[in-house]
């Protein structure tokens, strides 16, 4: 039986774990935009005509903050958020939902950083080893390919399966798949990654290099699917004492009905927990004294891994893993004012070495990897 997990140290946790995996908190945003205009309100809902699941539905009413906060307008601009469904200074809903996004970024490392920082934060919080289950649904061409193979798995098991099943399948070949799947019979279930397009299988590869780049354990998992129109290319979930604690995919059709724009993406997970009423402390601000910024894909999986090596250092340390453009990120350093900076580019990463530079004075200093948390801590 699972530990029942206390929704104030659910969120206390996934506030600073998302604070060294590079995501911010989706109230500050909102905070930081109070009084600049709002965005144009939507003629209609955007998911007037689809059928939500409890995970999507907890997507759109984020997207729905998003969309009247003006947060994420600039597709160009990727923008990593968590969001709780819990208030400081009020008693907790019954259930409380935690979820991190990353919007705007497309490229498999969002993916790797969603599903790493969930894993941590289930780690943590159920004091376990967690699974990781991962399987891709892909993209449109997929889908149309899985549809007609999983018509022809229906047909020639007729026989063998139940009324429900076959009925479901006249109408949505999905839901019967997921009914043979509850009902035990999908042991020979055609496999969506046996159909993904070139596109889709690509990025899936580059998915499961990420995560296995950055020690990420994970199983595939082809009896583990998502519905057309709202999910979409890779999906998972996490469990944790056998049982499922939290569920993400890509949704970037679903997003782009909130955020108007060819090229709108959107990746998330979602974990919960009960609810007991309890009233959150309001967390105390603090400070961090080092940004680490970090050029290609070689810093980015150093920084994954260094991540939590920084917190359990309880080093006051931000960083912003999934932006991968250099301006942007010495700009959102700017906006911190850190006394010292971090960085580690492309040479740095192949020799496990980071440049810890004084902001104030320009001084270089050349730090190896190995125990660097504990030699930052003289500096700060």
Same mark, same amino acid.
């Given at each position: ?292 910024? @970090? !050029? $290609?894909? +070689? ?6 891994? #260094? /991540? *939590? &090596?920084?917190?359990?250092?309880? =080093?006051?340390?931000?960083? @912003? !893993? $999934?932006? +991968? ?6 700009? #959102? /350093? *700017? &906006?911190?004012?850190?006394?010292? =900076? ?24 050349? =730090? ?13």
């Amino acid at each position: 039986m699972h530990r029942q997990i206390p929704a104030e140290e659910m969120v206390t946790k996934a506030r600073t774990i998302g604070q060294y995996y590079g995501f911010r908190p989706l109230a500050e945003l909102m905070a930081k935009n109070r009084g600049l205009p709002k965005a144009a309100a939507l003629e209609t809902d955007p998911t007037a005509d689809l059928s939500l699941d409890p995970v999507a539905e907890t997507v759109a009413t984020f997207l729905r903050q998003c969309r009247t906060h003006s947060i994420g307008m600039e597709p160009k601009r990727p923008l990593f958020v968590w969001h709780t469904s819990a208030a400081y200074g009020r008693p907790t809903p019954k259930k409380c939902t935690i979820q991190f996004h990353a919007l705007g970024a497309d490229r498999a490392l969002a993916e790797a950083l969603v599903i790493r920082t969930l894993l941590t934060l289930v780690r943590d919080v159920y004091r376990t080893e967690p699974v990781i289950r991962i399987n891709s649904m892909g993209d449109k061409e997929t889908r149309a390919r899985y549809a007609k193979e999983l018509a022809n798995f229906f047909k020639k098991r007729s026989s063998s399966l139940s009324e429900t099943c076959l009925a479901s399948a006249k109408h949505d070949t999905l839901t019967a798949a997921e009914i043979a799947i509850a009902e035990s019979c999908a042991d020979d279930l055609p496999a969506p990654l046996e159909h993904l397009s070139d596109a889709s299988r690509k990025r899936f590869e580059d998915l499961l290099e990420y995560l296995e780049m950055t020690g990420t354990p994970y199983e595939l998992s082809k009896n583990l699917i998502s519905r057309g129109g709202i999910w979409s290319e890779t999906c998972f979930e996490i469990v944790a004492r056998g049982e499922r604690v939290a569920w993400g995919s890509r949704y970037n059709d679903l997003a782009r009905r909130f955020f108007p724009s060819s090229s709108f993406s959107g990746f998330g997970g979602v974990i919960s927990t009960s609810g007991a009423g309890e009233v959150l402390k309001t967390p105390n601000a603090s400070k961090p004294r080092f940004i680490f910024i @970090h !050029i $290609g894909d +070689e810093a980015k999986r150093h920084s994954i891994q #260094l /991540a *939590e &090596e920084f917190r359990r250092a309880r =080093l006051p340390l931000l960083q @912003h !893993i $999934g932006v +991968e453009s250099l301006t942007e990120q010495m700009h #959102l /350093a *700017e &906006e911190t004012s850190t006394p010292y =900076l971090l960085i580690m580019g492309r040479r740095e990463a192949l020799e496990n070495s980071a440049i810890l530079r004084n902001r104030q004075t320009h001084q270089e200093t050349i =730090l190896p990897l190995s125990g660097i948390a504990e030699r930052l801590k003289t500096f700060a």
